[in-house]
């Protein structure tokens, strides 16, 4: 008498606001979870209104469930530390898709969540690397055979879309008449500021490489 009865908890999430938790909170109901929480919000860190809830209502002996490890974090480092943190609380945690991880031996179930977490985290980090340096090699070959200017530019005279032309050929008129200014350009035409500096930037260097070739 007096012993609180440990519960089955199960979290949900998805990233944004019109994804839909029906298969995660059918799950719920399929295992009957005592408590269940549910973010729609990004996975990208642990700041989220309804898994902060869940930490604080997590007691010794309950058991958190989760569809997969991504819902709980798509940050592997933040991944590793909740893990660590939820076995010091004395929480079970039981991932739907990794069921070779829910045996009766705990310390090979501790073992091998830890060595998937740091698994799951080197190839997130070489596949992120392996983008870095596929992007670096196609600027660097892009540079060599004269192609690259950097970030696309929307306006100009050879833009795909007749009113992004246009918007270039009526920004480049007004700057050449000189008698209005940056914003004054920017609130006749519709555009930022920045994109008038961009512009007027783009017009200088082509001039300039005009000049060269004559």
Known sequence: ???????????????????????????AKEVHADKVFSDKISGKNLDRPEFSKMMKYLREGDVLEVVSLDRLSRNYKDLKDLVS??????????????????????????????LLISMMGFVAQNEREKIRERQRQGIELAKKQGKYTGRVIKYSPNAKRPQDRWTWEKVT??????????????????????????????????????????
């Open 173 to 214: 008129k007004m700057l050449d008449s000189k008698q209005y200014s940056y914003s004054e350009i920017a609130r006749e035409v519709g555009i930022g500021r920045n994109q008038v500096y961009r512009i007027r930037d783009q017009n200088a260097a082509r001039r300039k490489n005009e000049e060269k070739a004559d």
């Open 85 to 114: 943190k939820l076995r010091d609380m004395g929480v079970k945690l039981i991932a739907d898709d990794l069921p070779q991880l829910n045996s009766d031996n705990e310390l090979i179930n501790n073992f091998m969540m830890d």
């Open 1 to 27: 008498e007096g012993l609180t009865q440990m519960a089955l908890v199960f979290y949900c999430r998805v990233s944004a606001k019109d994804q839909n938790l029906a298969r995660q909170l059918e799950r």
